[in-house]
């Protein structure tokens, strides 16, 4: 008899095979596991022992990979569904907010009306690219509003997009590359990540600073008036 020694970890056909063969094996091999009623021969119970365990095993391994990719896949799932939901969202917002028909953003963007419809409604998956262009027609920051609905901030995307700091982070994000790689060179290679929510904090207070810097200015220049 040939026994199913191992166990497959792809999709879920793959895993539904292996349990047909466990079960094809035990049925096959009933009467080397249960003798006839009309002997009187001594039943081999280290071996009944050894396949009905076997076969328990066997049972157990499968449905709990079945289990385990079904909750995988229901997981992405629900991850890619709320990622598109969250870009629908803001896609709705620059679109509602731009001023103009649907019919005109829609042209300029290289698409049918009715694709924009379904697309900022969530009704269809939103590619990056598709995304991007409904953005530039609408005039409003493309990388800053993506990065933020894509990072589950989409309220802040919506609620930046037309206002000055989401053109602030549009230019920041832009420039930040380049400014890195110019005054580090070499030593980016030194960053790592978990300096970036710091960096992050850093960069607001040196902001909010300068932003009192030039209320203070401007507090001075109307009092030597």
Request: net charge neutral; charged share 30%.
């Amino acid at each position: 008899m040939e026994l199913v020694t191992e166990f497959g970890d792809g999709d879920v056909s793959e895993n539904r095979l292996y349990c047909r063969r466990i079960t094809r094996f035990l049925s096959t091999n009933h009467d080397t596991i249960l003798l006839s009623s009309s002997t009187n021969e001594k039943p081999d119970v280290p071996l009944m022992f050894f396949l009905v365990s076997y076969s328990l095993l066997v049972r157990y391994v499968c449905e709990s990979r079945l289990r385990k990719r079904g909750r995988t896949m229901d997981r992405q799932g629900k991850d890619l569904d709320a990622g598109n939901d969250r870009i629908a969202r803001v896609l709705a917002h620059a679109v509602d907010s731009a001023g103009r028909s649907r019919a005109d953003l829609a042209a300029e963007a290289g698409m049918h009306r009715e694709t924009l419809t379904r697309l900022i409604r969530g009704e269809r998956p939103i590619k990056l690219e598709d995304a991007a262009r409904i953005l530039s027609v609408c005039g409003v920051p493309v990388r800053s509003t993506l990065i933020l609905a894509l990072s589950g901030d989409d309220e802040l995307a919506c609620q930046w997009m037309r206002h000055d700091v989401g053109a602030f982070l549009e230019e920041f994000l832009v420039t930040l590359p380049g400014a890195l790689e110019t005054t580090l060179g070499e030593r980016c290679d030194e960053l790592r990540p978990r300096w970036a929510k710091g960096t992050s904090q850093l960069v607001a207070r040196m902001l909010a600073n300068h932003i009192d810097d030039f209320a203070a200015r401007d507090v001075a220049a109307q009092l030597a008036r």
